[in-house]
């Protein structure tokens, strides 16, 4: 019988290569294929062979992806980034494999964090207060200015001197003084919460370093997860960035529609969001039930050591020898 085959974009950053591992410890028995921008990156060697692919938001990036997965019989695509995940949803009716994804006009929507308040505001959902920068009215003490449609931590000012001045593509939010915390979601098929996971976190350069899970928030979590759901066009995994003010209150500041970057940590505490897309949209099977556990997690450099390799290019499957340390 032929091997189920999923490919997985954005294999060089740190999304991507969760997935690949928890594809690795759940279902060993698939072929994964990759792609990402770059012939060779960090995460080729927990892949079975690799394809180099253009910007999502190039004209060519459908067709290349199209042309994948006419060649290596794709069952399923798992993006890894944000634009992948609107590109090849809004371009689902044309790919021959699954998407697991969210809507496009959903992906896209929160793609933008103005219009994700602007959304949030218009349906009584909890934000951050945001202005673009031509609009704002010096209500706040305090602000930080950020790009609209940035990722990690990025671009990002405090207290900027001129807000008005800032660039285009720029937007403004009440600076919240606070806990972060960070909250996976998954809904099925069926539009039905599935289940969250929350963890307290420390960032470095816009990724998590340091992680502890909570269970504190969960209920008013629900709350304002569930009126995202029931406004439709949410499915499978997303995450969910919030502050926890000094008064306890819980303010999300950004929405991500795919698979965060914190998937490998949630693996190992009981929260399988890879497992749970796989089940669902490769197997037709439903997700195993959530049981999340209280813990710690941190984060170490892994290197990958090719001896003897003189050219990148041949280093695309994890057939090519390697050494872990």
Known sequence: MERRKILVTGIGGNVGQGILRNIRDSFPELTIIGVDIADFT????LCDKTYRVPYSYEENYISVIQKIVKLESIDLIIPSTD???YYLSLNQ?????????SDSEKTKLYLDKYKTFLYHSKNNIPFAKSWLP????FSEKEIIAKPREGRGSRGILINPENPAGLPDGYMIQSLVKGKEITTAVYVTKENI?????????ELTNGTTSKSMVTFEYDEELKIIIKKMIDLGGL???FNIQSIVSNTNEIIPFEVNCRISGTNSI???????DVKYTIQEYLFNEKPDISKPIKGIATRILLDVVYPNATDEKELNNNLSKHILY
């Open 42 to 45: 960090s995460g080729n060697y």
């Open 83 to 85: 634009f992948e995940v």
């Open 93 to 101: 009716s044309i790919i021959d494999a699954v998407v697991a994804a």
């Open 134 to 137: 031509l609009d704002y009215d």
């Open 193 to 201: 919460l599935h289940s969250i996971f929350t963890m307290e976190r």
């Open 235 to 237: 499915r499978g995994s």
């Open 266 to 272: 949630r693996h190992n505490l009981g929260f399988q």
